[in-house]
């Protein structure tokens, strides 16, 4: 039998990782972080790092990624199996939580020669989309792109025989991302023994048009009201389309966006591979026709949030943590008619959840939260389950156990089976 031992991310929001071991084989899936207090990081077992015979990284986002580096700490020499352009996002996300822990007053786990000693090997370097590979006698791969970020993957491995597929973050519902579906794997997913599947939003079973339509009416409120309307979004994933989203619906209305959020969208610009047909040129035609004013400084940020005219501005930071955020409530809490939109996760404790805490009195100025899909609600869970063998075992992850527990009861009453909630610490055997 197949092993599976979660060092987290189940029954949690935060720190995916998880250890997989088929006889003498064992093998990681993501190793990240979960943003409460000075950070939790996944229970990793030390005795079992340098036994590991390969880890994967699904994607860049830091409750997947940021505690690679403790794995060649605790003595792991091997590679991490990634995407090249996920490498490549990973500095500006390893500053960010070392930014953060350090405004937390605390110490990061590992040190700078730790990160430096994190290796890559690429996927698409050694074998297309939706095809396998033997990455050792033991291993076998098939990857595909998981629609959630520039660079995110989901994983279809086979280890001494036993097969196994992580969804990662999954989203076929991105206005500019490319998603290849399982429906599309020549030959099927075939004998599957087990699987790890995002089911962050629970129950949540909207779709997308209804939660873009909930989200303009709260930007229009704000910008009828005279007041501006910030947006805290993360570097890269739903920022970009958010901007595209906004610049269509609001086209006389200056949006203002922060330097690294047009350079992530320069980004995917130049990796048409990762982008549905018609994206990369719908991306180039805003930014070649002056869509969007770029914020570079804080001088010039002073100014345009001094105008009369309300306007929309982007800055990186969902959360709201960063000193730059914290700044722009600062100056937009002195006029209850500006507005803040969160459209994504937001951890306990986060400012973010502190803000949409407080009444609008208190806070200054109007909060709003509409969640805006890069994840997997209700009916994409179902759409996913059914092109996997009903008899085999599933482990729905990515979100509180209560939220999990009743998505699996919603979907056992509808015939689903063989669904699983776990939390960290727990072991299946699959």
């Keep these: 039998m197949m092993q599976l031992k979660v060092w987290g991310g189940a029954g949690e929001h935060g720190r995916s990782c998880y250890w997989i071991k088929k006889g003498k084989t064992s093998i990681l899936l993501d190793c990240g972080v979960k943003r409460v207090g000075c950070g939790e990081y996944p229970l990793l077992e030390s005795s079992e790092i340098s036994n590991l015979d390969a880890v994967f990284l699904s994607h860049a986002h830091e409750d997947h990624s940021i505690a690679l580096p403790l794995l060649y700490k605790y003595g792991y020499t091997g590679k991490v199996w990634t995407t090249q352009i996920t490498a490549e996002q990973l500095p500006i996300y390893y500053r960010s939580w070392s930014n953060y822990v350090q405004q937390q007053s605390g110490e990061l786990p590992y040190e700078e020669k730790h990160i430096s000693q994190v290796t890559y090997a690429f996927l698409e370097e050694t074998v297309r989309p939706l095809r396998w590979m033997d990455l050792s006698p033991t291993i076998r791969l098939c990857w595909g792109r998981s629609g959630h970020m520039l660079g995110s993957v989901w994983l279809l491995l ?9 969804s990662g973050d999954y989203s076929e519902e991105s206005l500019l991302l490319g998603t290849d579906s399982l429906q599309d794997l ?14 962050a939003y629970g129950v949540d079973a909207e779709p997308q048009a209804e939660k873009l339509a909930k989200l303009y009416s709260s930007a229009e409120n704000v910008l009828t009201s005279g007041g501006h309307l910030l947006l805290p979004v993360p570097v890269s994933g739903r920022g970009q389309e958010l901007m595209l989203l906004m610049r269509q619906q609001f086209p006389t209305v200056p949006i203002r966006v922060e330097q690294e959020l047009l350079g992530a969208m320069e980004l995917m610009c130049q990796q048409p591979e990762w982008l549905q047909p018609k994206a990369e040129r719908f991306i180039a035609e805003a930014l070649s026709n002056g869509s969007f004013e770029v914020i570079r400084d804080e001088v010039e940020r002073e100014r345009l949030l001094t105008e009369e005219q309300p306007s929309i501005f982007f800055t990186s930071d969902g959360m709201m943590q960063s000193p730059k955020a914290r700044w722009y409530y600062e100056k937009l809490r002195s006029k209850p008619a500006n507005g803040i939109l969160i459209t994504g996760h ?34 994409d869970v179902q759409t996913m389950l059914q092109y996997l063998p009903s008899s085999c075992p599933k482990l729905l992850v990515h979100a509180p156990k209560i939220e999990t527990d009743l998505l699996i009861q919603q979907l056992l009453t509808e015939g ?15």
Excluded at 158 to 166: A, D, P, Q, S
Excluded at 187 to 198: S, V
Excluded at 416 to 430: C, E
């Design 416 to 430: 689903y089976s063989d669904l699983l909630s776990l939390q960290p610490g727990d072991r299946v055997f699959l």
């Design 158 to 166: 086979e280890i001494e025989g036993k097969r196994l597929f992580y």
């Design 346 to 379: 937001v951890a306990k404790g986060s400012s973010a959840h502190q803000l949409l805490a407080q009444s609008e009195e208190v806070r200054g100025c109007q909060m709003m939260a509409v969640r805006y899909k890069i994840h997997q609600g209700l009916p």
């Design 186 to 199: 020549p030959g099927g997913i075939g004998g599957l023994h087990g699987a790890i599947i995002d089911g």
